[in-house]
């Protein structure tokens, strides 16, 4: 009997590709199936940048076979990245139309060959794939790469409270004002809601492509969403929507985390990685904030001054400004960096699995993308939160009221985070006053490391509900 074979498609952007990666591999290894992973072409040309492996054909353990089918794009197979909103609905144009083509293509090709797909898997704003997967005749699933709350947040506010969101944003506050939505328990803020729902945020736009989204979910009669996330993580919000099935298939992070040894020992030649290794354990501070934000200069120096005041050693990432980052007086070095380097160490990239599981590590100064906040789940690093945009917010919600975790920091009325603030946040989560609270976020760390360890292992939640879905696309059931 040919083994079962399936296909991805993912958006192109490094937050929709890691997971869905991952993703692949978990159905690979966990049913024994065939996965072709449809991306476009300037994706695929990043992600094989600097490395001749990262996007050979993966085959598994037990005889999987994981293939890249790069498609091209018009006009965008040279660039890669989110640029300005008018580049990104182009771009969300032009991908449609190719990809609609690309996965008619393989379809087809695959069934006059004899080995038809049996289930196609896509990622947020790709509402056409499910759409062309309907006229196909090939049944279909989202993988929703956000929080099941932030899915069930959209929901709501598109389904039935919508008014009670929008006035929440129309108030003056950020933080006093608060209400809870159907099916969720948790109270929310203006702040805690993902920031497209804001009429001020810059991408306000979007929240049409979000509405387009949910509005392809109910017409196509969707019922089952696959949720980078898992049962005991988010149990209320997994259950949230009436009518709808949130499937946990995560968390989908580098199969490395579920390792209780050392993967990466000996094994890295990067200075820093050294530099960590010779710091006590829990003793090291780690900021990043992920591939799409660089912070203004001003927020840059007021993190520079927290770090020394606070005075333990730090790993911090400070990427490469790009032409799609904010403008403004941000140009030329930290005042203080002869001071930096002298307490830690600054660089341009880290490999953030790598150093979130290095043991020196105390603490993370995070955008809490939903990635890096799994990432930091499953390591049981605390963290200390400062999101700028979409459901980073909801996510420091997460981390700060119902794991308990860490600690969002409050900034100012220019949105920008004082030096004494991320001191006061860093003393708290790292145990330098001997607070109750911090050894509480310290203890909860812990715990959701090993539940979020324990999801994706063979038995897992998780495992579990992958293999269940994968019996029921073979058996010919439609999702």
């Not at 009997?1 to 159905?27: E, S």
């Not at 660039?79 to 969300?92: A, D, E, P, R, Y």
């Not at 709501?156 to 506050?173: N, Q, T, V």
């Not at 209400?179 to 805690?192: I, V, W």
Request: charged share 25%.
């Amino acid at each position: 009997m040919a083994r079962p074979r399936f296909m991805l498609i993912t958006y192109p952007a490094m937050g929709h590709i890691n997971p869905t990666l991952q993703f692949a591999k978990r159905l690979a290894a966990a049913t024994e199936a065939d996965i072709t992973f449809a991306i476009q072409l300037s994706a695929y040309r990043h992600m094989s940048k600097g490395s001749d492996e990262a996007m050979k054909d993966i085959e598994t353990a037990n005889g999987s076979l994981i293939s890249f089918a790069p498609f091209s794009v018009d006009g965008f197979d040279d660039t890669f990245g989110m640029g300005s909103q008018k580049t990104v609905q182009n771009l969300i144009s032009e991908t449609a139309r190719c990809g609609t083509q690309a996965i008619t293509d393989l379809v087809v090709s695959a069934r006059d060959d004899g080995r038809p797909y049996s289930l196609l898997v896509y990622t947020l704003l790709l509402p056409w794939a499910g759409v062309t997967a309907d006229k196909l005749r090939l049944p279909s699933a989202m993988l929703w790469i956000q929080p099941a709350m932030v899915f069930a947040i959209y929901y709501h506010y598109f389904y039935g409270s919508g008014d009670i969101i929008r006035e929440l944003c129309a108030k003056g506050d950020y933080n006093s004002s608060k209400t809870t939505l159907p099916g969720l328990s948790l109270e929310l803020t203006r702040r805690d809601l993902p920031s497209i729902m804001d009429p001020e945020d810059t991408y306000y736009v979007a929240l049409r492509s979000f509405e387009e989204e949910f509005e392809m979910i109910e017409t196509r009669n969707q019922r089952r969403i696959l949720v980078n996330s898992f049962d005991k993580l988010e149990t209320e919000a997994l259950r949230a929507v009436p009518g709808l099935s949130l499937i946990g298939v995560g968390p989908l992070i580098p199969l490395v985390f579920l390792d209780d040894k050392s993967p990466f020992e000996n094994k890295s030649k990067d200075k820093y990685i050294d530099w960590l290794n010779s710091k006590p354990k829990a003793t090291v501070v780690y900021v990043s904030f992920g591939t799409l934000w660089l912070p203004p200069k001003q927020q840059l120096e007021e993190i520079a001054k927290g770090l020394l005041d606070f005075g333990r050693p730090f790993l911090w990432v400070i990427r490469e400004r790009t032409q799609n980052d904010e403008k403004g007086d941000d140009d030329g070095e930290l005042s203080c960096r002869e001071e930096l380097d002298k307490l830690g160490m600054i660089v341009p990239w880290s490999s953030q699995v790598e150093v979130l599981c290095n043991e020196s590590i105390g603490c993370f100064v995070s955008h809490c993308g939903w990635n890096s906040t799994l990432e930091t789940l499953a390591s049981g690093v605390p963290v200390v939160a400062i999101p700028r945009r979409s459901d980073q917010w909801t996510s420091a919600k997460l981390i700060g009221d119902v794991w308990k975790t860490g600690v969002r920091v409050k900034s100012n009325k220019n949105e920008i985070v004082p030096s004494d603030e991320i001191k006061r946040c860093l003393e708290l989560v790292m145990g330098e006053n001997g607070e109750e609270n911090g050894v509480e976020i310290r203890r909860n760390a812990k715990k959701w490391k090993d539940l979020a360890r324990e999801a994706p292992k063979e038995g897992g939640s998780s495992d579990k509900n992958i293999k269940a879905l994968v019996a029921e696309m073979i058996q010919g059931t439609q999702v």
